[in-house]
């Protein structure tokens, strides 16, 4: 590695790059390591350790990385240059058809494994919606052997993309279907059948989704931010959806946006639907997921 190269690189970065709160994984130094390794032909995925030393770079990989870097400068996402994005451990491949997975997004993971965990059933039947590259899904395929895992998603892109995650991570079992929401699912193998639905959904408001950064608005789907008018409609359809598929004492998780969960949960709690609300805060006491249990008797 040349010093020099790395510095003057480096200090392009600090002085042009913006960064993200939803993406701490991010500094001008890790774009920079991120990128150099991607340029050399390492396969490696956002959120990876990448200290300790670099390659060499011949000349075709130096003008790789300048274009890498010329293009996170104006915006391209880190994730969609480098081509993969770790998630709970496990990394997978994202493009434009789908949400970059985001750390927050993990605290939807956890709490859906410790929700197998502390009610454990044989094979348990799990349906992930809005999978997007299938993250949720495939987590939980990897991480519980023996479960019956689908996803869904609107966009046919997005279940190719989870396809694909799926053959990479060894999870050909999962299956992934294109459909609007709890749509795909609505047949008799799967009424009241479900142990554990989740969901990602859209939370954002329409009017705020137009005010997200270029480098969301212009490199991801709209269609996984946009909630409606009040961030919360894709919500409410999941919650009026989720109990025809859930078996009783079934559990729905799914994530919400900064400032939606109190307000959701109380909202839950007096469903009829549902006799039990448990929220699953941020580091920073923030709700960002909630998981309701169906109602098992009158």
């Known amino acids: 590695m040349n010093d020099g190269d790395y510095a003057d690189r480096l200090a392009l970065l ?39 030393a670099l390659p060499e770079l011949d000349a075709p990989a130096r003008e790789r990385l300048q274009r890498l870097i010329a ?16 998630f709970m451990g496990l990394p997978f491949r994202v493009s434009r058809s789908a949400l970059v997975p985001r750390r927050e997004t993990e605290i939807l993971a956890r709490a859906a494994l410790e929700r197998l965990a502390a009610d454990p059933v044989e094979a348990p039947l799990v349906v992930d919606l809005c999978t997007g590259c299938g993250n949720l899904a ?17 966009s046919p892109e997005a279940v190719a993309l989870a396809t694909k995650n ?6 050909e079992q999962v ?6 929401l709890a749509g795909p699912f609505d047949q008799p193998e799967f009424h009241g059948q479900v142990d554990l639905l989740l969901c990602n959904p859209p939370y954002i408001s329409t009017g705020k989704v137009n005010t997200l950064h270029p480098e969301i608005a212009a490199h991801e789907p709209r269609l996984a931010f ?38 959701l949960a109380r909202r839950l709690a007096r469903n009829p639907a549902f006799d039990q609300v448990v929220n699953h805060p ?14 098992s008797g009158p």
């Open 226 to 263: 946009d909630g409606g008018p009040f961030g919360v409609g894709i919500v409410q359809r999941l919650i009026t959806e989720a109990p025809r598929l859930l078996r009783p004492g079934g559990w729905l998780l799914f994530e919400v946006g900064l400032g939606q969960g109190e307000l």
């Open 14 to 52: 600090e002085q042009r790059l913006t960064l993200l709160p939803d993406k701490p994984d991010e500094t001008p130094e890790s774009t920079l390591r991120y990128l150099w390794l991607t340029a050399a032909g390492v396969p490696v995925a956002v959120g990876e350790p990448v200290s300790g």
């Open 166 to 171: 799926a053959r990479e991570l060894g999870c």
């Open 71 to 86: 293009q996170r400068v104006e915006g391209v996402p880190l994730a969609h240059l480098v081509g993969r994005q770790l």
């Open 138 to 154: 495939l987590t939980v395929a990897h991480r519980v052997p023996g479960a019956r895992v689908y996803g869904s998603d609107l």
């Open 282 to 295: 941020d580091d920073n006491g923030d709700v960002r997921a909630l998981g309701v249990r169906k109602r």
């Open 175 to 180: 299956r992934f279907l294109v459909g609007d």
